[in-house]
């Protein structure tokens, strides 16, 4: 590899069925995401008085970000698109009346490519339903 040349991260996005355009919009945004273009993650504990969850921000150099919702601080439940001027572009989630274990298994599989890339693997140990993220709330890359 040539002096100034980066090799790009791609996801392997697994295709899903039955999905309208905005749920089209983001299995195309994260077969174009690099994730070596991601600059910045913020992460943000919240409570429901019961439970503790975290939504993860991932922003790119170009200002578009993509959330992830860490229901009760054990599993993805949706994943959420904006583009840089904070429109947003679609959202796939988990249907709470019924069960979609393909569904939930592609969010799965997409959440753990970035938990793998950005090393978040060891700090989700420390958190739970009852356990908030307690580390930084900023990382830049």
């Known amino acids: 590899m040539g002096i100034g ?3 790009m991260k791609k996801l392997e996005v697994n295709p899903l069925e ?5 749920k089209k919009e983001v299995v195309k945004f994260l077969n174009q995401l690099d994730l070596e273009k991601v600059c910045k993650l913020t992460v943000s504990p919240e409570t429901d008085l019961i439970y503790y969850h975290t939504l993860f921000r991932f922003e790119t ?3 578009n970000s993509i959330d992830f919702y860490y229901r009760k601080n054990k599993s993805i439940t949706a994943i959420r698109m904006w583009d840089k001027e904070r429109n947003f572009l679609g959202r796939i989630a988990l ?14 599989d997409i959440w753990n490519q ?7 693997r060891i700090r989700l140990l420390f958190v739970n339903e009852t356990t908030p993220w307690k580390w930084n709330k ?3 890359y």
């Open 5 to 7: 040349v980066c090799k």
């Open 138 to 140: 900023e990382f830049i």
């Open 95 to 108: 249907d709470k009346n019924k069960e979609d274990h393909k569904r939930e298994q592609w969010l799965t």
């Open 61 to 63: 150099k170009i200002g």
């Open 18 to 22: 039955n999905l309208n355009m905005y």
């Open 114 to 120: 970035f938990v793998d890339h950005f090393n978040l």
